[in-house]
């Protein structure tokens, strides 16, 4: 498998975290978020980006970090995975940092079972987790969430 070697590193509370550039499709100051009915915490609700609806995810209660509300500093990523485009919320973007094989640490190596990470960069005496995007969906209330922004958007789900 061919692992990527750019990740983008971006900032949750006082804590930093990774993911591959090449789900990235750009980054975004935060805009004004649409709530919707009956949705997790995970999704406080809904963006219009260029005319089409997006799902904006925070991900901050699955990683134990205290939720704020949207402020204008903040910036949304924009995710483009093989089964959804979507916008991550975080507090602020720190680099693009370029690695080596031996600056990856897997995460079974780290702890078998280990789903929401793929895995650990060392940085300088720092430990930055990598998150796999697509595994904070495989919750069944984040399905549930994709079906009623689908509904509310007029969608339909592939």
Same mark, same amino acid.
């Not at 549930?144 to 339909?156: A, L, N, P, R, T």
């Given at each position: 498998?061919n692992?990527? %070697? /750019?990740?983008?590193?971006?900032?949750?509370?006082? #804590?930093? &975290? *990774?993911?591959?550039?090449?789900? $990235? +499709?750009? @980054?975004i100051?935060?805009?004004?978020?649409?709530?919707?009915?009956?949705?997790?915490?995970?999704?406080p609700?809904?963006?219009?980006?260029?005319?089409?609806?997006?799902?904006?995810?925070?991900?901050?209660?699955?990683?134990?970090?205290?939720?704020?509300?949207?402020?204008?500093s %903040? /910036?949304?990523?924009?995710?483009?995975?093989?089964? #959804?485009? &979507? *916008?991550?919320?975080?507090?602020? $973007? +720190?680099? @693009?940092?370029?690695?080596?094989?031996?600056?990856?640490?897997?995460?079974?190596?780290?702890?078998?079972?280990?789903?929401?990470?793929?895995?650990?960069?060392?940085?300088?005496?720092?430990?930055?987790?990598?998150?796999?995007?697509?595994?904070?969906?495989?919750?069944?209330?984040a399905?549930?969430?994709?079906?009623?922004?689908?509904?509310?958007?007029?969608?339909?789900?592939?």
């Open positions: 498998m692992k990527p %070697d /750019r990740y983008l590193t971006f900032r949750l509370d006082e #804590r930093i &975290f *990774a993911i591959p550039v090449t789900v $990235i +499709e750009r @980054i100051h935060a805009v004004e978020i649409t709530s919707l009915p009956d949705t997790s915490d995970l999704i609700g809904v963006i219009n980006m260029e005319g089409e609806t997006l799902c904006v995810i925070d991900i901050r209660s699955s990683l134990n970090i205290p939720k704020h509300a949207v402020r204008s %903040d /910036r949304f990523i924009i995710i483009n995975t093989e089964r #959804r485009r &979507f *916008a991550l919320i975080t507090d602020s $973007i +720190e680099d @693009i940092l370029k690695t080596e094989d031996e600056d990856i640490v897997q995460s079974e190596m780290i702890w078998d079972g280990l789903k929401r990470i793929t895995g650990t960069i060392r940085l300088d005496g720092n430990i930055i987790p990598i998150l796999s995007i697509e595994q904070f969906f495989s919750q069944q209330c399905e549930k969430d994709c079906e009623i922004v689908h509904q509310f958007s007029g969608e339909s789900e592939a």
